[in-house]
């Protein structure tokens, strides 16, 4: 694998792999707005602090935050804030999939609202499946939108 993908993939995986983490995307996030020490990710996370630190860490191995002894704290910050841009990249990728979803449920006469609102991912098949049994869920969507609906 090395010598077909070579270092540049590997690199690139493990950044991603880095912040391929509920908690480390939260932390992430909240560096971008400003510094902050374990303590107070600690509190926000809702995990205890060697588990923050590990994550802390990981992001710091990453190369995607630095830390600052101050006294007898150490205060973390995002050493690339230019990361959000890729975490905005990836809201459209989730938005345009939403998007997706809503055009398959329109086509197959489902509306969330007539679910409460509360159609997910994995429902759709299934929907466009009882539907139009031989079609599956993309045919449905893209006849949906040849027809205009």
Same mark, same amino acid.
Do not use: W
């Given at each position: 694998?090395?010598? /077909?993908?070579?270092?540049?993939?590997?690199? /690139?995986?493990?950044?991603?792999?880095?912040?391929?983490?509920?908690? /480390?995307?939260?932390?992430?996030?909240?560096?971008?707005?400003?510094?902050?020490?374990?303590?107070?990710?600690?509190?926000?996370?809702?995990?205890?602090?060697?588990?923050?630190?590990?994550?802390?860490?990981?992001?710091?191995?990453?190369?995607?935050?630095?830390?600052?002894?101050?006294?007898?704290?150490?205060?973390?910050?995002?050493?690339?804030?230019?990361?959000?841009?890729?975490?905005?990249?990836?809201?459209?990728?989730?938005?345009?999939?939403?998007?997706?979803?809503?055009?398959?449920?329109?086509?197959?006469?489902?509306?969330?609202?007539?679910?409460?609102?509360?159609?997910?991912?994995?429902?759709?098949?299934?929907?466009?499946?009882?539907?139009?049994?031989?079609?599956?869920?993309?045919?449905?969507?893209?006849?949906?939108?040849?027809?205009?609906?």
């Amino acid at each position: 694998m090395k010598s /077909r993908l070579g270092t540049q993939h590997e690199a /690139r995986a493990k950044i991603i792999k880095a912040i391929a983490h509920p908690s /480390r995307l939260f932390i992430i996030e909240e560096l971008n707005k400003k510094e902050r020490c374990v303590g107070e990710l600690t509190e926000m996370i809702g995990a205890d602090a060697s588990t923050v630190s590990k994550h802390l860490t990981v992001l710091k191995n990453a190369g995607l935050v630095a830390d600052e002894k101050r006294g007898n704290s150490i205060f973390y910050h995002l050493r690339v804030p230019c990361i959000m841009q890729f975490i905005g990249c990836v809201e459209e990728v989730l938005s345009s999939n939403a998007q997706e979803h809503i055009e398959i449920l329109k086509c197959c006469g489902a509306h969330p609202s007539e679910a409460g609102g509360s159609f997910r991912k994995h429902d759709i098949p299934r929907i466009a499946e009882r539907i139009h049994p031989r079609a599956g869920a993309r045919n449905v969507l893209q006849r949906g939108k040849r027809n205009g609906e």
